[in-house]
């Protein structure tokens, strides 16, 4: 399991450190589309388009209280190593993450901050590092929104000189096109005190609104825009993210970096992901990652692979077990369960909202338990998602539907924002459209999508509502 450490933060960018002409390539990231319901949660962070969204419908919907990391000393013996605990406030966001470590008691060493502005929306992030009895800044970033809830421009910070203060590192300003789509990120750094031109990322679109391309280009010490990397990403007809390639810029032209593959089931499930590292004239494998579902959808095992000398080896896996809870009756969710393991350990309480996994390493060839999570559930609140998931406020049709439906709001109250944001996800939780729709009743077109089962989702301040839609 990740340390405790490597969750720190937003699903932000990371800062990015200056760059000067003729630096080596970067090592290019997974950007692993993981499948929902398996994490931690985080406040309203900006969604960047790397990979299409394999987001969990309504996540949020399921309030993680707290998460327990036992280390495995053996099949039926463990340690507590790690805690983490989390609060909301009225309206549901998450405003504080606190992580502790286990020295015969639990001591905190990590905090996470979330702020909002009036309408919802992330203002604020900071994170501290505890040290002997007082909390040291680690890091910050603002956000300032736009219009349909567009983020405009995000400031990252690093600890100042003295005390708790901050000084700014980086700016990342955001435009977009007229369909709201990302189109180009620049990221500034902070000079003196003046901002300076740092990097630029462009992003091009096809016609079904699929990231398609997306351009690098950074600054030299000579104050000179070059290209830096590319990638390209190619689709299914269900627009499941299929392959990747990135392209490294050395002076002349593009030369391939890395490869991505995905795989899925007929479900649309994610079941095998391939990384390939160029070497030398050749594409060669790198990493290998499958997962496995039960037949209502939720994860299963997880397992990590690596190429050694022409073949796969098995690197690590994690187990998911779990206990049906209310939200059973809609498995194209990821419920909240606790797990019992093949050999009980004491640790394992009988509360009934939450997740546990199971984590596990090579040793000699066989699989031996590395740590154990538990993962407990807030069950006013997913009681309450539930109770919405049926919303009668709300109509959709005709239903089935063919080339467009229309979506009636005029029963629900309308959002401070002035507008309804409204996204159509498959039953596996990826997001293939999104609309702001400003009244309260509008006919939203589906373009070509291919026939099946679809929810159509809808963010209101009471909650969030699901609403089956078939495509004929």
């Not at 929306?121 to 219009?147: D, I, K, P």
């Not at 994690?318 to 909240?336: F, I, N, T």
């Not at 049709?397 to 063919?402: F, R």
Request: hydrophobic content about 35%; charged content about 20%; proline content about 5%.
């Amino acid at each position: 399991m990740a340390s405790v450490m490597l969750w720190a933060g937003l699903a932000m960018a990371q800062s990015p450190a200056p760059i000067a002409a003729g630096t080596a390539r970067k090592a290019a990231a997974s950007l692993v589309p993981r499948p929902a319901g398996i994490g931690r949660p985080s406040g309203k962070a900006p969604i960047f388009p790397a990979a299409p969204a394999h987001r969990p419908v309504a996540m949020h919907q399921y309030k993680l209280d707290s998460l327990l990391t036992f280390s495995m000393n053996s099949p039926t013996d463990s340690v507590l190593a790690y805690k983490e605990t989390y609060t909301y406030n009225a309206e549901g966001d998450l405003t504080t993450g606190f992580f502790w470590s286990w020295d015969d008691q639990s001591v905190s060493v990590y905090r996470e901050q979330y702020q909002y502005d009036a309408l919802g929306r992330l203002a604020e992030f900071t994170a501290h590092t505890q040290v002997g009895t007082m909390w040291e800044g680690n890091n910050r970033s603002t956000y300032e929104w736009g219009e349909n809830d567009q983020l405009l421009t995000s400031i990252t910070y690093r600890p100042g000189l003295s005390g708790d203060t901050w000084r700014e590192m980086f700016q990342y300003v955001y435009t977009y096109n007229p369909q709201q789509q990302l189109q180009e990120l620049v990221i500034n750094s902070r000079e003196g005190q003046a901002w300076t031109k740092y990097s630029r990322t462009t992003y091009a679109y096809d016609a079904a609104g699929q990231l398609v391309e997306t351009i690098d280009y950074v600054q030299t010490d000579q104050n000179e825009e070059i290209e830096w990397f590319r990638t390209t990403d190619q689709y299914d007809a269900h627009g499941n993210l299929l392959e990747q390639i990135v392209y490294f810029y050395d002076g002349t032209g593009w030369s391939i970096d890395s490869r991505q593959t995905f795989e899925y089931d007929a479900a649309d499930q994610l079941i095998a992901y391939i990384y390939y590292q160029q070497d030398g004239d050749a594409l060669v494998e790198n990493n290998r990652e499958t997962y496995v579902y039960q037949g209502d959808g939720t994860l299963r095992a997880y397992t990590d692979y690596e190429w050694v000398e022409g073949d796969w080896i098995e690197e690590g896996k994690e187990e998911y077990g779990y206990q049906p809870a209310e939200s059973a009756s809609r498995p194209w969710l990821p419920p909240a369960y606790y797990e019992t393991l093949e050999t009980p350990l004491s640790f394992y309480s009988d509360t009934q909202w939450l997740r546990a996994s199971v984590a596990y390493s090579i040793n000699e060839g066989a699989w031996q338990k590395e740590s154990a999570t538990t993962r407990y559930y807030s069950p006013q609140t997913v009681t309450q998602a539930a109770q919405w998931s049926s919303s009668a406020a709300v109509t959709v049709y005709p239903n089935p539907a063919a080339g467009s439906f229309t979506l009636d709001l005029r029963a629900v109250a309308m959002p401070p924002s002035g507008t309804y944001a409204v996204q159509l996800c498959t039953t596996t939780g990826q997001v293939v459209r999104t609309w702001a729709q400003h009244a309260p009743k509008a006919t939203l077109a589906l373009g070509s999508l291919p026939a099946g089962v679809y929810f159509v989702t809808l963010t209101l301040p009471q909650g969030v509502v699901h609403k089956r839609l078939v495509i004929k």
